[in-house]
């Protein structure tokens, strides 16, 4: 079964400065997606990347990057110019490309991330 | 842009009542889903629901839980009997083929079984 870590409980930046959450996550598959959700305190799942693993580039949007690591299993999500806006829970969540395992989320436990003015 | 929706955004009920949760999923989306979130813990996977059927569930999923697309555009997930420990914030997804991997969320019902 696939597992996602999220080895980062808590996290902090000051505003305008960069970060970077990490996720580390197992699987025996060679295709498959991999996604950051942004959680804030309304609780709404809010999509800020994806990435096919096939992909080799790292894919962006805006402010948000992620570096993806296949052989090491590894896809962390930064942050520049961070916002207040940004605060979050942020969950890095798995799906296989495989009709075997199913279309299924698997998320890791999560990282809160505090902006600090 | 299209959203999910869902209703109630919070409900409260007593223990061994039934409830219902509803989803509006995107229009032109084929495949949804359920996932809860207890308070503080990751977001776990429930069931999948494609052509009207199951398409996969969880060991969460047991026969208290069951769902349902009633008519061509709502997606329901009933709890029979409800448990205190069925307290969580429910979100539905929805997506539009299953080879397109993002599914994108509702914004939750919280429910609360006292």
């Known amino acids: 079964a696939q597992t996602v870590t999220q080895s980062q409980p808590e996290m902090s930046v000051q505003e305008a400065e960069t970060v970077t959450l990490s996720c580390t996550y197992d699987?025996?598959?060679?295709?498959?997606?991999l996604f950051w959700y942004k959680q804030p305190p309304s609780r709404q799942m809010i999509l800020v990347i994806r990435?096919?693993?096939?992909?080799?580039q790292n894919a962006t949007e805006n402010r948000f990057s992620v570096n993806f690591q296949k052989a090491a299993k590894s896809f962390s999500l930064k942050i520049s110019d961070s916002q207040l806006g940004d605060a979050a829970m942020y969950f890095c969540?798995?799906?296989?490309?495989?009709?075997?395992?199913?279309?299924?989320?698997?998320f890791g436990a999560g990282t809160i991330l505090r902006v600090k003015s | 842009e299209p959203e999910v929706t869902q209703t109630p955004s919070h409900q409260v009920t007593q223990m061994g009542q039934e409830v219902i949760l509803r989803c509006v999923p995107i229009?032109?989306?084929?495949?949804f889903y359920w996932y809860r979130q207890i308070l503080g813990q990751k977001v776990e996977f429930l069931v999948s629901?494609?052509?009207?059927?199951?398409?996969?569930k969880s060991e969460i999923f047991d026969d208290q839980f069951s769902v349902e697309r009633p008519d061509g555009s709502n997606f329901t997930l009933k709890i029979r009997s409800t448990k205190l420990e069925d307290s969580a914030m429910y979100f539905c997804?929805?997506?539009?083929?299953?080879?397109?991997?993002?599914?994108?969320f509702g914004p939750g019902t919280r429910l609360l079984v006292l």
């Open positions: 997804a929805s997506s539009e083929t299953r080879s397109q991997e993002t599914q994108y």
């Open positions: 699987t025996s598959e060679s295709d498959y997606y």
């Open positions: 990435q096919e693993a096939y992909k080799q």
């Open positions: 969540a798995y799906r296989s490309a495989t009709m075997e395992y199913g279309n299924k989320l698997v």
């Open positions: 229009s032109n989306h084929l495949y």
């Open positions: 629901f494609y052509n009207n059927e199951i398409s996969e």
